[in-house]
């Protein structure tokens, strides 16, 4: 079993950046694609970034593309989210998300198999 565990949210102005870390247990990441997804009051849960464990490729949605950066430090079996020139429309709760399996796409719910319990962001103007 894997359980992912989130952190690195909070308040921030507008203009400012926070990290968000995805911690993982059971399984290393390593073997690992990762994802982050996000969801504003109201609105359904979308693609934020990922990147597949083979190869290290990298995917972002057009919102955050220049602004956010996901990496993983497979040593500590962590992914992370650099968010920076932080928007109002930036705030949500973020999810962090894990498959082992192979997928062709990244950026649906459906190609990944574990949830963290998400980290409030908050961007003020």
């Known amino acids: 079993q894997v359980q992912l565990v989130e952190s690195g949210g909070g308040l921030v102005q507008a203009g400012g950046s926070l990290r968000l870390s995805c911690a993982a247990s059971g399984r290393t990441f390593s073997t690992y694609s990762a994802g982050w997804f996000r969801q504003a009051p109201g609105k359904e849960r979308e693609f934020v970034a990922a990147i597949r464990w083979s190869g290290g490729y990298t995917y972002y949605s057009g919102s955050v593309k220049g602004r956010f950066t996901i990496s993983r430090d497979n040593a500590k079996n962590t992914v992370y989210l650099q968010m920076n020139s932080l928007k109002p429309e930036d705030t949500a709760v973020y999810y962090c998300?894990?498959?082992?399996?192979?997928?062709?796409?990244?950026?649906?719910?459906?190609?990944?198999?574990?949830w963290g319990q998400g980290t409030q962001v908050t961007v003020s103007s």
């Open positions: 998300a894990a498959t082992f399996r192979p997928s062709t796409t990244v950026h649906q719910l459906i190609d990944y198999d574990y």
